[in-house]
């Protein structure tokens, strides 16, 4: 691995021990080997790195919403409630689990204003994040997906997301299940059908 990649490496691990705030430029340097000038010739600023570190800790999810690591793969036809209950099971699962990095989600809500850098990259990211919601849930490839889709579908879904992750970090006892979910959004097209 070159500078590039210790710096990413380094400031993921920085990220789950100890989250955007309290991790500083040093500490990065520290866990990756490298040195201070490298994060600016590299990334731009520490912040843009943390920035970087977090979208890929986001993407590594990637299998996990599938299912891989998990006994399983997804199951239901796309678009289907049956789908939509196993995609989310999936995603929650990845909550439960010990030092679950979704933490820094949160703190990127709270904390925002004091790191403008890495809420602007993230803000980018989102759009990204709703791109690849929609085809793990409705089916197809996530470059097929229309522009339209991403800012309709994509942000339903990553509203979705931040609202669970919220919850989870809050209380993961009274969370909601994939089950809660899929029983709300039925009752949501239930209700929006009969009325129609």
């Known amino acids: 691995m070159g500078h590039r990649e210790d710096l990413l490496?380094?400031?993921k691990r920085c990220l789950l021990e100890k989250g955007f705030v309290r991790t500083t430029a040093r500490d990065i340097v520290r866990e990756?080997?490298?040195?201070?000038?490298?994060?600016?010739?590299?990334?731009?600023?520490?912040?843009a790195l943390l920035a970087q570190a977090y979208v890929s800790l986001v993407e590594a999810m990637g299998d996990a919403f599938e299912g891989e690591g998990q006994?399983?793969?997804?199951?239901?036809?796309?678009?289907s409630l049956d789908r939509f209950e196993n995609v989310w099971s999936n995603i929650i699962a990845t909550m439960r689990e010990p030092?679950?990095?979704w933490r820094l989600s949160m703190e990127i809500v709270a904390m925002g204003?004091?790191?403008?850098e890495?809420?602007?990259?993230?803000?980018?990211?989102?759009?990204?994040?709703?791109?690849?919601?929609?085809?793990?849930?409705?089916?197809?490839?996530?470059?097929?997906?229309?522009?339209?889709?991403v800012d309709t579908l994509g942000k339903f879904y990553v509203t979705l997301m931040t609202g669970l992750i919220a919850q989870w970090t809050f209380?993961?006892?009274?969370?909601p299940t994939a089950e809660q979910l899929t029983e709300g959004l039925r009752q949501v097209v239930t209700e929006a059908t009969r009325r129609t």
């Open 99 to 101: 030092g679950s990095m």
């Open 171 to 175: 209380d993961p006892e009274t969370a």
């Open 71 to 79: 006994g399983g793969e997804i199951s239901g036809a796309p678009g």
């Open 9 to 11: 490496e380094g400031a």
């Open 118 to 149: 890495v809420r602007r990259h993230l803000v980018l990211a989102q759009r990204d994040a709703g791109r690849g919601l929609i085809p793990l849930l409705m089916g197809g490839r996530e470059e097929d997906v229309p522009d339209e889709s």
């Open 113 to 116: 204003d004091q790191l403008p």
């Open 32 to 47: 990756s080997g490298t040195n201070l000038a490298s994060i600016g010739y590299h990334y731009g600023s520490k912040d």
